[in-house]
Every structure is written in structure tokens, then in C-alpha cells.
């Protein structure tokens, strides 16, 4: 059973950065792909950012290209999402997630474990 903990979320002006991390635990990190997804007030959750096991693939969607870029360390069993030139449409509740491990995969419904999500508030 893997664990998942997200880190680093906050309240930030438009055009300004954070960095979220996710630490995770009960599981062989470097055999999972991890993904990052949000989820806005009255919106379905969306995929932001996948990473392959190995860090060596990563994909994103159309809206954050160039913008944000997901990395990992599997010495630290840790995700990161730096997340810059940020706008009020970002504004969400962030999630990483592991699908089963050697999927990669863009698709939510795969993703078997979740962390508890960190708040990022964009203001204008």
C-alpha cells in the first residue's frame, strides 16, 4: 500500500511560482510512474503532469506546458511539481498519484493511490 503526502501549496500572486513535493512511503517508488492532477471548485479533477519511474518521460497538459515542470528524486521517494508564471485559472486543489507500478498513464480512473491534496490559490 503506497502512501502519498503533498507539500507546499499556498496562496501566491499571478505571475509567481511554487513548488510542491509529495513524499511517498509503503511502496517501491522507482517501479511508479507518478502524476500530479487538480481540481478546481465545480470542476472534475484533471490531469497536470505525469513522470515514467525512471524520470526519464514526462508529459503534460496543453494548459501547463512550459509553465510547469514535474521531476523526481527516487533516493528521497519524492515528487516535485515546480510550478511557475502562475494564473488564477491554476487555482485548485493539487494531487499526486500512482497508477500500478510500470503504467504511465494520463488517465485519472488509473491511478490507484491518492494523496490528501494541498490547496494553491493564484490571486490576480
Known amino acids: 500500500q503506497v502512501q502519498l503526502v503533498e507539500n507546499g501549496g499556498g496562496l501566491v500572486q499571478g505571475g509567481g511560482s511554487l513548488r510542491l513535493s509529495c513524499a511517498a512511503s509503503?511502496?517501491?517508488?522507482?517501479?511508479?510512474?507518478m502524476g500530479w492532477f487538480r481540481q478546481a471548485p465545480g470542476k472534475e479533477r484533471e490531469f497536470v503532469a505525469c513522470?515514467?519511474?525512471?524520470?526519464?518521460?514526462?508529459y503534460y497538459a496543453d494548459s501547463v506546458k512550459g509553465r510547469f515542470t514535474i521531476s523526481r528524486d527516487n533516493a528521497k521517494n519524492t515528487v516535485y511539481l515546480q510550478m511557475n508564471s502562475l494564473k488564477p485559472e491554476d487555482t485548485a486543489v493539487y494531487y499526486c498519484a500512482a497508477p500500478k507500478p510500470l503504467l504511465v498513464t494520463r488517465s485519472p480512473g488509473q491511478y490507484e493511490y491518492w494523496g490528501q491534496g494541498t490547496q494553491v490559490t493564484v490571486s490576480s
Open positions: 513522470i515514467d519511474w525512471s524520470g526519464g518521460s514526462t
Open positions: 509503503g511502496g517501491a517508488f522507482s517501479l511508479y510512474a
